[in-house]
């Protein structure tokens, strides 16, 4: 894999972690509230990023990435079908298909040309044009949620709090045995995966969070270039137990760390 993809792969995760952070901070009516009538709610924008990257991203180098069975314009309207856990399944499979594309991908393709709606690319441009995209719509989703909930945890560094919130600032949480582990947190409640960035993140590790255990296999599977130095669940997951998701993740991680 090229620096380019590597980075990439890096970025994208970075910003799907953005995004799911401010998203479990939204119950269901801020969620599909729209912030005025012209202005698309989280909701929405789940649904067009979603929908965006599985056409995108799925058949990359041999088809275009704006598919003929994409309806754009439906990404736009909340149809009856499109409940919080319909949409964030769409949100899972947009994203596994950027990751599991990036992992096919090879320095010798970087030149290839690929189309997007007609229009030829690079298969570096359209990476870049692709991370750019999903940056984009990061923001809006974190902006959004900050205009609806000012009282919710930060994502990146609050304002006044750089001291407090970069470790190596910060001589007395200069934790040598946490500064840099990568922590998954795996856990339904809300609150428990909130209040693990803030207790963790301030030691100098790098938290990452997932509510069901679908969601931790989806990440440790994509984890690049290594897995998680710690991974902590709860032992009654809503669709498998801690035990469960444990095994599950052994046959992971364990051909990872021989290859």
Known sequence: MSDLIDNAKREFQRHKKLADQAIA????????????????????????LSGNLYS??????????????????????????????????AWMAGWQAVFETLD???????????????????????????LTHAAYHTGQIMFITRLLR?????????????????????????????????????????????????????????VETASNAGEAIFLVRNASPVSYDVILAEIRLPDMSGYQLSMSLQEIIEPKKES
């Open 25 to 48: 901070q939204l119950g269901d009516d801020d969620f599909f509230r729209r912030p005025s009538g012209d202005v698309n709610s989280v909701a929405l924008i789940v649904k067009h």
């Open 56 to 89: 995108r991203w799925t058949d990359f180098l041999t088809a275009d990435g704006d598919k003929p069975e994409r309806d754009r314009d439906s990404e736009f309207r909340i149809e009856p079908q499109d409940s919080r856990e319909n949409l964030l399944s």
């Open 104 to 130: 096919t991908l090879a320095g010798s393709d970087l030149n290839q040309l690929v189309n997007i709606r007609g229009e030829a690319h690079t298969v570096s441009q359209a990476v870049l044009r692709g």
């Open 150 to 206: 000012p009282d919710a945890a930060w994502a990146t560094i609050a304002p006044g709090q750089t001291r407090n919130a970069v470790p190596y600032l910060t001589p007395a949480n200069n934790h040598p045995l946490l500064r840099g582990r990568r922590v998954l947190v795996v856990d339904h409640d809300e609150s428990v995966r909130i209040s693990a960035h803030k207790l963790l993140e301030p030691y100098g590790c790098f």
